[in-house]
């Protein structure tokens, strides 16, 4: 059977802020809330892949936002899919260049194909078509930008919504004063675990860009399916002031709602565990979702993430920086 060379790309990682691409493949010209931070995430993720990119976009907040009235802020290929498919469609785009390759037609480099789906459309309604396509094999970067709700048509509550939160389907009152009742799904390990062809898993948060840029380029060298799960404060949505994105990624972490880690050949390696962690009310009270909450319930969220921590205590092997570039003489 002939051999195909599909020209698959590698990239470098990216060693310091100095040495970061510096062409913009999100440029101005969406319609974002103030301090959004699926916007950022998506500009950093578009950074680290580069030109050669076509990015499929599921019906969600950043597409709505970024296609209106037939302008985009892509400056590579982009195509919106329904908010059920976005795994469909990338399956169907990474074959069909493939056919082109076997047949001749195509000798360009093989091009990154990235999902940008919000949880909705990966891990609810989503799920079905990004589980296929990561069980087929495919050669895409499935990526779940994770504002926690479906905050385009509302801030309805979704899969990840984190409990205790008020949206428009979980109001507080008196029958149910904490809200949402429900833990949240954890979307790694629903793909970890029940897809063998799986090569690369990680988490990002956009309070820490270096690394998520490093996850998309180690995401994008593997031969076959990835998976990135991204934290995207959403100040509409958390209701929080725009100008603290930043300070809630990073107070995600720093109080244990949220972990940085990657998984790859079993082995999960973590970054940036802090060496106490802050208490989960430091990082709520911040968040209007939150406001109504009693004691009693933020207790019972700090016991859902105590266990978490101690799961990432069990597993922890930090990753080491990139070396910095030696400085020339």
């Keep these: 059977m002939k051999t195909i060379d599909y020209k698959k790309q590698t990239f470098e990682p990216v060693k310091s802020f100095r040495g970061a691409p510096k062409e913009e493949m999100y440029v101005p010209g969406h319609r974002t809330c103030a301090g959004c931070g699926p916007a950022l995430n ?8 580069g030109r050669n990119t076509i990015f499929v976009g599921p019906t969600g907040c950043m597409y ?29 785009i990474e074959a069909a260049y493939k056919v082109l390759m076997r047949k001749g037609k195509y000798d360009g480099p093989f091009p990154n194909i990235i999902v940008m789906a919000g949880d909705g459309g990966s891990v ?6 990004a589980s296929a396509m990561m069980y087929r094999g495919h050669k895409v970067l ?29 109001p507080p009152g008196k029958e149910i004063p904490e809200g949402k009742r429900l833990f949240p799904k954890d979307p790694p390990q629903l793909f970890i675990g ?41 100040p509409k949505g958390w209701k929080f002031d725009e100008k603290l994105t930043m300070d809630m990624g990073k107070l995600a972490v720093e109080t244990g709602m949220w972990s940085l880690y990657e998984w ?3 082995e999960y390696k973590y970054s940036h565990i802090p060496k106490k962690y802050k208490p989960v009310g430091e990082y709520m009270k ?3 979702r939150f406001s109504h909450l009693t004691e009693e319930h933020i207790a019972k969220m700090q016991a859902f993430v105590d266990q978490k921590i101690r799961k990432v205590k069990a597993q922890a092997k930090p990753v080491a920086a990139p070396a910095p570039t030696p400085k020339k003489a």
């Design 42 to 49: 998506y500009r950093l993720v578009a950074k680290a892949a």
């Design 64 to 92: 709505v936002a970024n296609s209106s009235y037939l302008c985009t802020p892509y400056a590579v290929s982009w195509i919106h899919a329904q908010i059920t498919n976005g795994g469909a469609v990338a399956s169907g």
């Design 142 to 170: 499935f990526v779940c930008y994770d504002n926690e709700a479906y905050a385009n048509t509302g801030i309805q509550t979704s899969p990840t919504t984190p409990y205790g939160a008020n949206t428009t389907f979980t």
């Design 264 to 266: 790859e050949n079993d």
């Design 124 to 129: 609810d309604i989503g799920l079905q078509a």
């Design 286 to 288: 911040h968040q209007g």
């Design 194 to 234: 029940g897809h063998p062809l799986l090569k690369y898993a990680a988490t990002t948060c956009v309070a820490y860009p270096l690394d998520l840029m490093n996850k998309v380029r180690k995401a994008l060298s593997q031969d076959g399916p990835t998976f990135l799960h991204m934290l995207c404060p959403c």
